[in-house]
């Protein structure tokens, strides 16, 4: 016999010799006398606390009339039912020997906390437990295998720590065994085929590893298997198609690899079947049309590949089907027409070809359709407004073509509409401005013509449109700006022509870049960025980067007649000289400016590693050789003078290019444009950003090898940040998935560091002043650096430190608005709305409107995380708790509330222990007003 089982039945007997001699005590009192025993369950109730003293002390009211407990005849304690009861959190301190005849234990939902005593072994009549949704901590007890009566058992959303202890196995009576949401670690034991009788059986939200072991296909009265978010690796044993009474099988958010086994097939009462967010390669088999019972299909972000089976059409009760994030290739089977039940598929981000079947026209419940991102050619076809029910259609990122059908007009329940990256053509149907309902509204890089149909004015609902990439021609409808709720609006790289319309609504982020606009520009057009208007020669206006409006005057007539016959012919004898002397001046300009850059670039080359400066007619030039190597000469061979092949983007006073240096290094330009350069505010936050980044130094801050500072040649060096801006990231489904719960938490505490070097640790202190998911940088490793520091502040305490307004729409700290004065808790209010933007995957703007109301009391935090992620496990649940705790206290309208980032540094450096209760027990209304202590002034605490 070895050692080890040994040791585990000499336990298993020390704890059975054990229960029993608690048993036999407890027996033995209440043989000899019924009123000792009496006495001794009602001390222990009153020990416990739970029941408040009004109660307890009401002599003339015993336990057995206390809300809660039930008894039998004789007056002892069968029954203690107190879930949500309890106002205080406390121990689980109860005194269990003095229940012999507790049959049904519930103290769930009470923020109970401490181990589980090992007394509880004592009850062995103990049918029902039910400990969930506590705090409680430790190991489960050996004792509870004395529990041979127990049926159920759940101890799911506490932090039990810990493998599963061997002696749970021997409990065969038990029916429901619930764990779900601990801290369990360790192997599935093989003897877990011993319980039998189980029907409901959850792991779930745990740390477990290892494979499944094949003697779970035992439990063939299960109904109920939960394995999800562990670690769980191998292959799913094909014996657990032996569970032939399988209604629930959640396996997602696992290791698991390999194919799936045939003899899932054999789960023909199967209703919900998720194996998403894990390794399974090979093929969808076609033996999983067999479970026709089943609801929800589930197999998202794996690697499975093959096509399609047609079997999958007889499952005619599916209404959820999700098989996105794949490599499945091959077209789409017309029998999924068959599954007229269905209300969502997702079949995006895989490789189907062919064309989109009609059959699907018969998906008249269908709620959700989204085939982006694959390789679908053909047309639309117009049985897609039979969907009466649709709400989201995404078709973007395929090949598409022919014609948008006008019988999406049909779709009187469309919110969100995608068609971006295809190849339609033809004219935006008017039949569209039938679907009353539209929010989103994407049509972009088509080759769509004709004009913008006015009766756009009918769709009141609408808050994003993006036609941009395309040939649509005419002018801006005026219709577009009685759109009360428009905030996007993106009509850029078209052929508008005409002029600007002059009223503009609550459009807030607008891009007209790219067409043949003329005339004047709006007045308030200046809240914009100048590359929304570039590309448009013929507008004119008080406006960076434009001429301004010549006033019409007609010729003024001299008093009296000249010389000459004409009015005007005093000024033709002007017009041959200014001809000559015009090109003559430019080329001589241009041949002093060339020998004065070649006179420049040949100093810089020998400049040593420390920045050097010169003036020169009143302009700024340097090269910071970082490494002796680099020089300007380089740099400008590197991107060919600014070739356009090199740009990777334009802000909004300059545009970004990527160069490959001799010796191998990447490095990113920024470069002012022209007209900027001559502008004083353009050249004075091109030498801020210089002032700044060349004082600080900081892991997670962009690190500046350089710069070129002259009025016709105005570029800074930086180190090239691979992955790009964060708000590029989260608005890309591949690239935001990428980007995982710890990585996103590993964001925001970086950037939480950065900002609190610069607030505490500079002198003077230095604020940002646009802290927003634009201006935060990815590397390869998906590690974010502050950049972008053109607007930034050096703060002199001895001032009033009164400034423009500057940062980005969205971001901005509500009190200037109203004050121009600029502290650091300016920056504190755009880090509260960046995190919660990277936690929710998207701008929190409705959600920023709702926190004014109560209607946000019933919001709990884990509706509004990003949906494209799978939930996160326990330990980084934690992470994001605190965050959103931090985040809410960031917002504070009043800005001696909000904590200083030094505050928010250490909180997050802090090794605290984890919050107790579960993600999902968090509402936001909870967190905003009882999560976190404010203190006052700039002292302000978590």
Not at 8 to 13: H, N, Q, R
Not at 440 to 453: A, C, E, H, K, Q
Not at 582 to 605: M, Y
Not at 655 to 680: C, D, F, Q, R
Request: aromatic letters at 8%; glycine letters at 6%; a negative charge.
């Amino acid at each position: 016999m070895k050692p080890s089982v040994s040791i585990f039945i000499v336990v298993l007997a020390c704890i059975f010799l054990y229960g029993t001699y608690l048993e036999s005590a407890a027996h033995f009192v209440s043989a000899s006398e019924p009123s000792a025993l009496l006495r001794l369950q009602a001390k222990a109730l009153l020990e416990s606390g739970w029941w408040g003293s009004a109660i307890t002390s009401n002599t003339s009211n015993p336990p057995c009339k206390w809300y809660g407990i039930t008894c039998n005849a004789d007056g002892s304690v069968t029954q203690i039912e107190i879930a949500d009861q309890l106002r205080a959190p406390d121990k689980l301190k109860l005194n269990f020997s003095s229940l012999p005849n507790l049959v049904h234990l519930d103290l769930s939902f009470n923020n109970l906390h401490g181990n589980i005593p090992l007394e509880i072994g004592t009850l062995s009549k103990l049918a029902y437990l039910d400990l969930s949704y506590n705090n409680l901590t430790g190991k489960l007890p050996l004792s509870l295998a004395n529990l041979t009566h127990l049926v159920s058992f759940y101890i799911s959303d506490n932090l039990i720590i810990g493998p599963i202890p061997s002696s749970l196995w021997l409990l065969t009576n038990l029916t429901s065994l619930d764990m779900s949401f601990n801290q369990i670690n360790g192997f599935m034991a093989s003897e877990i085929g011993m319980l039998k009788n189980l029907v409901f059986f959850g792991l779930s939200g745990n740390m477990l590893i290892g494979p499944i072991p094949f003697t779970l296909g035992h439990l063939n009265q299960l109904e109920y298997l939960l394995l999800s978010h562990n670690l769980i690796d191998g292959s799913i044993p094909p014996e657990i198609g032996n569970m032939e009474n399988l209604k629930y099988l959640s396996l997602e958010n696992n290791n698991f690899s390999s194919p799936i086994p045939s003899t899932l097939g054999h789960l023909t009462h199967l209703e919900y079947l998720s194996l998403s967010n894990n390794r399974i390669d090979g093929f969808i088999p076609p033996e999983i049309g067999n479970m026709e019972n089943l609801i929800n299909l589930s197999l998202k972000n794996n690697s499975l590949s093959g096509s399609i089976p047609s079997t999958l059409g007889h499952l005619t009760n599916l209404e959820y089907l999700s098989l996105s994030n794949n490599r499945i290739d091959g077209s789409i089977p017309p029998e999924i027409g068959n599954l007229k039940n269905l209300t969502y598929l997702s079949l995006e981000n895989n490789s189907f070809s062919g064309s989109i079947p009609s059959t699907l026209g018969h998906l008249t419940h269908l709620e959700y359709l989204s085939l982006s991102n694959n390789q679908i050619d053909g047309s639309i076809p117009p049985e897609i407004g039979n969907m009466e029910n649709l709400r989201n259609l995404s078709l973007e990122n395929n090949n598409l073509s022919g014609y948008v059908p006008g019988e999406m007009g049909n779709l009187k329940n469309l919110i969100y509409l995608t068609l971006e990256s295809n190849n339609l053509i033809g004219s935006i149907p008017t039949q569209l401005t039938s679907c009353s309902l539209l929010e989103y509204m994407l049509l972009s890089n088509n080759s769509l013509s004709g004009t913008i149909p006015y009766q756009i004015q009918d769709l009141h609902l609408l808050s994003t449109i993006n036609l941009s990439h395309n040939f649509i021609s005419g002018k801006i409808p005026l219709e577009l700006w009685g759109l009360a709720i428009l905030v996007v609006l993106d009509l850029s790289y078209n052929n508008l022509s005409g002029s600007i319309p002059q009223s503009f609504t609550s459009v807030t982020n607008i891009n007209l870049s790219y067409n043949s606009l003329v005339g004047q520009i709006p007045n308030n057009y200046q809240f914009y960025r100048y590359d929304t208007l570039i590309g448009n020669k013929d507008l004119c206006g008080d406006y960076v980067g434009f001429r301004n409006c010549l006033p019409f005057y007609p010729p003024s007539l001299p008093l009296s007649p000249p010389s000459l016959s004409h009015p005007l012919a005093s000024n033709k004898s002007v017009i041959p000289k200014v001809k000559i002397i015009a090109p003559i001046s430019i080329f001589l300009g241009l041949l002093v400016f060339g020998g004065f850059c070649f006179f420049l670039s040949k100093r810089a080359v020998n400049k040593t590693q420390s920045i050097s400066t010169e003036r020169k007619n009143g302009n700024l030039f340097s090269i910071w050789n970082y490494d002796g190597k680099i020089a300007y000469e380089d740099i400008i061979q590197a991107v060919e003078d600014f070739d356009i092949k090199y740009c990777i983007g334009t802000g909004g006073y300059g545009s970004v290019y990527k160069a490959e240096l001799p010796s191998g290094k990447v490095v990113a330009l920024k470069k002012l444009h022209h007209l900027e350069a001559e502008n004083p505010a353009f050249d004075k936050s091109f030498k801020n950003e210089i002032k700044v980044l060349t004082e600080i130094k900081h892991r997670n801050i962009i690190k500046l090898y350089g710069f070129c500072l002259h009025k016709r040649c105005m570029f800074l060096v930086y180190e090239y940040m691979e992955k790009g801006s964060l708000f590029c990231v989260l608005n890309d489904d591949i690239e935001a998935v990428e980007l995982d719960w710890s990585k996103r938490v590993n964001i925001i505490k970086g950037t939480a560091h950065a900002l609190s070097y610069m607030h505490h640790e500079c002198i003077p202190a230095i604020v940002h002043r646009d802290i927003s998911s634009n201006n935060i940088l990815l590397n390869n490793k998906l590690e974010a650096f502050v950049s972008d520091f053109g607007t930034a502040k050096l703060l002199d305490p001895n001032s009033s430190n009164q400034t423009l307004v500057a940062g980005t729409y969205g971001y901005i700290a509500p009190e200037l608005a109203y004050t121009m004065k600029v502290t650091e808790k300016c920056d504190v209010y755009s880090f509260g709305v960046m995190a919660l933007e990277i936690l929710m995957g998207k701008h929190p703007t409705e959600l920023l409107t709702s926190l004014l109301s109560s209607s946000s009391q019933n919001v709990m935090l884990h509706e509004i995380l990003d949906q494209r992620l799978p939930p996160p496990n326990q330990l980084v649940a934690h992470d994001i708790i605190l965050i959103a705790t931090i985040a809410f206290a960031c917002l504070h309208t009043k800005p001696k509330f909000r904590p200083i980032m030094k505050c928010v540094s250490q909180e997050f450096l802090s090794r605290k222990k984890p919050i107790a209760k579960p993600l999902h027990a968090f509402s936001l209304w909870h967190l905003r007003n009882e999560m976190y202590v404010v203190g006052s002034g700039d002292e302000t605490q978590l």
